[in-house]
């Protein structure tokens, strides 16, 4: 029987050589081919029998045990190794990437690995495209994508037929104004009508319809340069940001504060221009997928052709589209994108911007490697040379103590006025307390609702934040205060809602359950739901305020490849008075009609028992409180709170972020916590309680010297706050050490030889969530 592929001994498990600079691409015989074999991923000797020309750093399709894999070359060789000589290889099947890993990036990647002590292959995984590396699925072979391309069939018509339906003649004109073609999905999300509509101008013989290869870039394709959006005139705030950018020096980090409104996405614009135009790449990052949209727009109406998109919300063959296109492309790019997007190997990069560098969507805390954006965007800034601009209109606290101190390792950029001058909107608190203690008990407070009512006809919109998607928080019993809970996880199974029909979902595991009349525990029928989400929310406001118009926007009502885009697309066209959402709704966006902003159960928010509560908390507050009064008319914020003399609520009001800063680091400092000192979690799992917390006891014991001799702090192990989820059990150990001192975590092969087969382990090094 022939020997499909063997390895290399001892060496098969450990790193693979660095991919040589010096190997040029040729047609040898043999190659060592990386492959998913283990958690470390293991070295193959295969054939070359089609003499294909090849180099370290190729990505090659194989076989292994029969299944089909995607490996890295690693080596070339002259002749196969010794021990193999008498043995028949199996050969490569086709070449799947030519370049894939340079020797630059795989820098990247093995310094992004030993920060988050783990694997090589496992992180130049994760940081490669969908399907990239590993065993590959079976399937079609994929080509190119076909998507749906409309054209008109007389570009030169400048009238619409009179016999057109208005949605007929909208879509009409849009074509017109779109250089008369585009990719059917795009064009109809535009326009906001269905696809009935191109058909009926199909059979009009007015638009034709076909499938061309979809190349992922603009409707309008190589004529979107014609019509570019031009620079608008910066204030003499963003003109010094933007000078003191120019001057940075290669690999300098700086931090752009700027109010909310106050221009900061035109200075990544036009820092991002002079890049380009040097024949640098430039990459943009925001953390959630909601913000993609409105920053994709801006960024392709300004640069056209050469804006790359990269995000969950793409589809894998997208991902591996824009991850092809910076491989080839000797043009320079722009690439828009969540946290995954700082891998992207795009060359001569010479800005990168992370954009709301405080939220904590950067950084990853499962699956390992638990990295942080920021600090890789570091690395990469420090590798090539190029700037790193931070902003945020609240930074977090780590970024600016980096720009306090005699030796500033950032420099501070501030922007502190709001374009055209307009005045931040005013907070205005109301305590639910005094509205309790005068007999109003509703949801929604009386002064809230006074402003509710007054939007529809005046021009106004507003923004009022839920803390919780869903219809209620949980479902309790009032007789005897049983809660329902998720059969697979210790949490309270949320209330959701659709129509008339109701059921219980867990947002952990996604278990479902329908919802009984009684009380499983005592029987007793006064079984109610308790707290509100934004379905709640949504359904008393349309019971409470008649004719007034409600969307609502969290992760339920926004599926989908567009989801996020169609919906504020209808929000902007004022197709709604109000919008209600979870978190999403604070962060980022741009709505010039919103001159209200309210948040309900602010104590939610206020009183989590978490290290960075109060930061995250003011941030979120101060965020949402900046979508009011954007455009031509003030803006008033509401906050609903039982705690107003808590002192997140005291700098809401006042609004000086600095002095809350201030405050909070001399908290922090009395108490030796973050960031005077360091954290990292070993979180583990597993289906048995006692062999979890076992295995955690025995970790302890493993890292104890070690950690003992580098002045660490053991703490644990112990449950996790969430003890259970999705049937299995968890445990955490909590190491707090000096402020910059080494890990004394072992890498995650050692650890995991320690460990039952059936327990997991993930390494969280200076984890946001304790």
Same mark, same amino acid.
């Not at 997928?289 to 300004?302: A, F, M, V």
């Not at 109701?502 to 867990?506: G, K």
């Given at each position: 029987m022939a020997v499909s592929s063997a390895s290399l001994g001892d060496s098969s498990a450990s790193e693979p050589p660095h991919v040589n600079p010096q190997q040029d691409r040729r047609a040898v015989r043999w190659l060592q081919v990386w492959l998913e074999a283990g958690r470390e991923g293991q070295v193959f000797t295969y054939t070359n029998p089609e003499a294909l020309e090849l180099g370290c750093g190729d990505l090659v399709q194989v076989r292994l045990r029969g299944q089909r894999h995607i490996g890295l070359v690693v080596e070339l060789l002259n002749a196969p190794p010794r021990e193999l000589s008498s043995r028949q290889l199996q050969p490569i099947e086709s070449l799947h990437q030519s370049a894939a890993v340079d020797p630059g990036w795989q820098q990247l990647i093995e310094a992004v690995a030993q920060q988050c002590r783990t694997s090589l292959f496992r992180t130049l995984k994760t940081a490669l495209p969908p399907g990239w590396l590993g065993q590959r699925k079976i399937g079609k072979a994929r080509g190119g994508r076909q998507q749906l391309w409309l054209e008109l069939t007389d570009p030169g018509r400048s009238q619409c037929p009179s016999e057109l339906s208005p949605s007929q003649a909208q879509l009409l004109k849009h074509l017109q104004t779109q250089s008369g073609c585009g990719w059917q999905q795009q064009v109809l999300s535009q326009v906001g009508v269905g696809r009935s509509v191109a058909d009926a101008l199909v059979k009009r013989g007015l638009i034709s319809r076909g499938s061309r290869a979809f190349s992922g870039r603009s409707a309008s394709g190589s004529l979107a340069s014609a019509v570019l959006e031009q620079p608008q005139p910066l204030t003499q705030d963003q003109q010094v940001a933007l000078n003191a950018l120019n001057a940075a020096g290669p690999g300098q980090? *700086?931090? $752009?504060? &700027? %109010?909310? @409104?106050? @221009?900061?996405?035109? %200075?990544? $614009?036009?820092?991002?221009?002079?890049? *380009?135009?040097? &024949?640098?790449? %430039?990459? %943009? *990052?925001?953390?959630?997928? @909601?913000?993609?949209?409105?920053?994709?727009? !801006?960024? !392709? !109406?300004?640069? @056209?052709?050469r804006v790359v998109e990269y995000h969950s919300g793409c589809s894998d063959g997208q991902r591996i589209d824009s991850w092809r296109r910076c491989l080839q492309d000797g043009e320079p790019l722009l690439v828009v994108g969540t946290r995954s997007a700082v891998f992207l190997p795009l060359n001569n990069l010479g800005l990168i911007v992370l954009d709301e560098e405080h939220d904590r969507s950067y950084k990853q805390d499962s699956p390992m490697p638990c990295y942080h954006a920021r600090d890789v965007a570091a690395l990469r800034a420090q590798a090539c040379g190029a700037r790193l601009l931070l902003g945020s209109a609240t930074p977090s606290l780590e970024t600016w103590m980096a720009c306090e101190g005699p030796q500033p390792r950032c420099q501070l950029l501030q922007l502190p006025r709001r374009i055209g001058g307009r005045a931040l909107p005013p907070v205005h608190v109301v305590d639910m307390r005094q509205e309790l203690a005068e007999g109003h008990r509703r949801l929604v407070s009386r002064p809230l609702m006074e402003r509710l009512e007054a939007l529809p006809g005046s021009g106004g919109q507003a923004v009022v934040l839920v803390p919780r998607r869903g219809y209620s928080s949980f479902l309790s019993c009032r007789s005897c205060g049983e809660v329902v809970q998720c059969p697979h996880c210790d949490v309270a199974l949320t209330v959701h809602r659709q129509r008339e029909r109701?059921? *219980?979902?867990?947002h952990w595991c996604d278990h479902r359950a329908e919802i009984r009349s009684r009380c499983m525990a005592c029987g007793s029928t006064a079984f109610k739901p308790f707290g509100a989400g934004t379905q709640q929310v949504l359904e008393h406001l349309e019971q409470e305020l008649e004719g007034l118009r409600l969307l609502r926007f969290d992760r339920d009502t926004t599926r989908g490849r567009d989801g996020h885009r169609l919906l504020l697309e209808r929000f902007a066209a004022g197709e709604a008075d109000v919008l209600v959402g979870t978190q999403m709704l604070a962060k980022g966006m741009d709505l010039p009609q919103v001159t209200l902003a309210a948040v309900l159960a602010a104590d939610g928010l206020l009183h989590r028992p978490d290290l960075r509560a109060a930061e995250e908390c003011l941030q979120l507050l101060l965020q949402l409180a900046g979508r009011a009064g954007r455009g031509e008319r003030p803006g008033e914020v509401l906050v609903q709170t039982y705690s107003p003399e808590h002192r997140v609520i005291r700098h809401l009001v006042d609004g000086r972020y600095e002095a809350f800063l201030r405050e909070e680091l001399a908290e922090r400092k009395s108490a030796a916590l973050v960031p005077f000192s360091r954290a990292c979690l070993l979180r583990l799992a597993g289906p048995s309680a006692s062999r979890t917390a076992t295995a955690a006891s025995l970790l302890a014991e493993h890292i104890r010297p070690r950690s003992e001799a580098l002045g660490w702090l053991i703490i644990g192990p112990a449950p996790a706050p969430v003890a259970r989820v999705a049937g299995n059990c968890r445990w955490q150990l909590l190491l707090r050490g000096p402020a910059n001192g080494l890990l004394p975590v072992p890498m995650e092969s050692e650890l995991r030889s320690l460990l039952p087969r059936d327990v997991s382990l993930a390494i969280d090094p200076d984890p946001l969530e304790l």
């Open positions: 980090q *700086l931090l $752009l504060w &700027g %109010v909310t @409104g106050a @221009g900061k996405t035109e %200075v990544y $614009l036009q820092a991002a221009a002079q890049h *380009l135009e040097q &024949g640098r790449s %430039v990459m %943009v *990052l925001t953390p959630e997928i @909601g913000l993609i949209p409105q920053l994709l727009d !801006r960024c !392709r !109406r300004r640069f @056209g052709d109701s059921w *219980l979902r867990c």
